[in-house]
């Protein structure tokens, strides 16, 4: 019963281009939250998706970013036109249902290099 | 002030020791999370609780819903639970949005 999955672990990408960070939640998972881990700072919720609806995006920046979970597929997150301050590492987690009683499952995390 | 606080930020002690993190939260919460994260990996859910006490293994945790406070213990502490052990409240009322504090670094040494 494979967990989270993130994918790529590590990504570099060049100033001005575009970065797209996938998540396939936990088999029955339903409801993805993405989080972003910047340097020596504490976790910061991003966006909650339910399959192909954007249920809370009060944490993702205006401009830029994005997120959609197709009926059929990862999530993905996607930032375009990167920057320096985009690097972090980007976290998902998955969960069956909203708001119950069991914790969120984690991936391991994409780290965002922009150089 | 943030709505999640952490202490200490930094701790060390001695393979065998008791250890105690303590979290502090202004919000109305349902659910806390204790979440570990060791360096450069993923992090991994250790408790979510919302009333009295959980044990697993050499691991505790309790709430104090009055208080607004949470501890995780850690008995006879070993070098692998070196990592970063972060707390995460759930708000209230139908929200999914976890609050993080900013975390306790621990290392144990041999």
């Known amino acids: 019963n494979a967990g989270v999955m993130q994918n790529p672990r590590h990504l570099v990408r060049r100033r001005g281009q575009e970065a797209r960070l996938r998540c396939s939640p936990m088999k029955g998972h339903s409801h993805v939250y993405w989080y972003r881990q910047l340097p020596e700072e504490g976790l910061k919720f991003m966006v909650y998706l339910q399959k192909e609806n954007i249920i809370d995006e009060s944490g993702m920046p205006k401009e830029r970013f994005s997120a959609e979970f197709p009926k059929e597929g990862p999530s993905i997150l996607r930032i375009q036109q990167v920057v320096r301050g985009d690097s972090a590492a980007y976290f998902c987690a998955s969960s069956p249902v909203r708001n119950s009683n069991q914790p969120q499952h984690f991936g391991d995390g994409t780290r965002l290099s922009i150089l | 002030k943030n709505e999640v606080e952490q202490s200490p930020q930094n701790l060390t002690a001695q393979e065998g020791e008791f250890i105690t993190i303590n979290c502090s939260y202004s919000v109305g919460i349902s659910a806390l999370h204790w979440l570990q994260q060791h360096p450069g990996g993923g992090i991994v859910s250790l408790f979510m609780?919302?009333?009295g006490k959980k044990k697993h293994g050499r691991l505790i945790a309790t709430i104090n819903i009055q208080e607004k406070h949470s501890s995780l213990h850690i008995t006879a502490s070993h070098p692998r639970d070196s990592a970063v052990y972060i707390c995460a409240a759930l708000r209230q009322y139908n929200t999914d949005k976890l609050i993080f504090g900013t975390g306790t670094r621990l290392q144990v040494f041999p």
């Open positions: 609780l919302s009333s």
